[in-house]
């Protein structure tokens, strides 16, 4: 089946660092994968959508120059969390469809960001 | 706005018992509902509905869709200790490719 490979698993870093998170589709192409953000106890938000060769769409309240996001190949994006603050602490997970006109989406298996 | 809601938040029951978890919806343009099982990383996908009344199974997990009412179940019978997770309910709304989650239902299963 489909896979989503995400790195790293986990991350600590000081405050006002940067910290970039790599996402990589490892059987198939993805023109779109998509970040989300979760809190504990909380569902998944969508923070953006990435498209491959193009910029990526930011959802309402998402600082998109705080969290740059790069989809240069087919099979991956990165999203930096750029001058990173303890309240950016959170679970960060990607997701790519590998079903052409479906949604079934495939999920990496998440980055936890700790800033000091 | 759109908005997907699942009920119940927390649910606790003993091996054996059956459990259904609820969601339901408020989306324009909905194509497809989908349910996801996370344990402590990534949700890991169990099934897309996009009609009504047809119930997808998958050994002991089963779900439905009522498009008229807006909502879905997903049942589990016989739960085990393994079922234990948070399941996601989330809509596909045709923009774009982005999913609605709900809040999630986070189903304890004890011993």
């Known amino acids: 089946g489909a896979v989503v490979s995400q790195h790293p698993s986990r991350v600590i870093c000081k405050s006002g660092t940067s910290v970039k998170i790599e996402c990589r589709s490892l059987?198939?192409?993805?023109?779109?994968m998509f970040w989300y953000r979760q809190f504990p106890k909380q569902s998944l938000m969508l923070m953006a959508t990435?498209?491959?060769?193009?910029?990526?769409?930011?959802e309402q309240g998402v600082e998109k120059d705080k969290f740059l996001i790069n989809h240069a190949s087919l099979t991956l994006s990165t999203l930096t969390v750029t001058s990173a603050h303890p309240e950016d602490s959170s679970f960060y997970i990607c997701?790519?469809?590998?079903?052409?006109?479906?949604?079934?989406?495939?999920f990496g298996a998440g980055s936890r960001l700790t800033v000091l | 706005e759109d908005k997907v809601v699942q009920s119940p938040l927390s649910l606790v029951v003993h091996e054996g018992d059956t459990v259904t978890l609820n969601c339901s919806y408020e989306?324009?343009?909905?194509?497809?509902l989908l349910w996801y099982k996370q344990e402590k990383k990534a949700p890991t996908f169990l099934f897309m509905l996009?009609?009504?009344?047809i119930e997808k199974k998958s050994g002991r997990l089963s779900s439905i869709l009522d498009k008229k009412e807006l909502f879905s179940i997903l049942n589990i019978t016989a739960t085990q200790t393994g079922d234990s997770a948070v399941y996601l309910c989330?809509?596909?709304?045709?923009?774009?490719?982005?999913?609605?989650f709900g809040q999630g239902t986070e189903l304890s299963v004890k011993p």
């Open positions: 996009t009609s009504s009344g």
């Open positions: 997701s790519a469809s590998s079903v052409s006109g479906a949604n079934v989406l495939t």
């Open positions: 989306v324009t343009n909905f194509r497809s």
């Open positions: 059987d198939f192409q993805a023109t779109t």
């Open positions: 990435s498209n491959e060769g193009s910029k990526a769409t930011y």
């Open positions: 989330a809509v596909d709304s045709h923009k774009g490719g982005k999913l609605i």
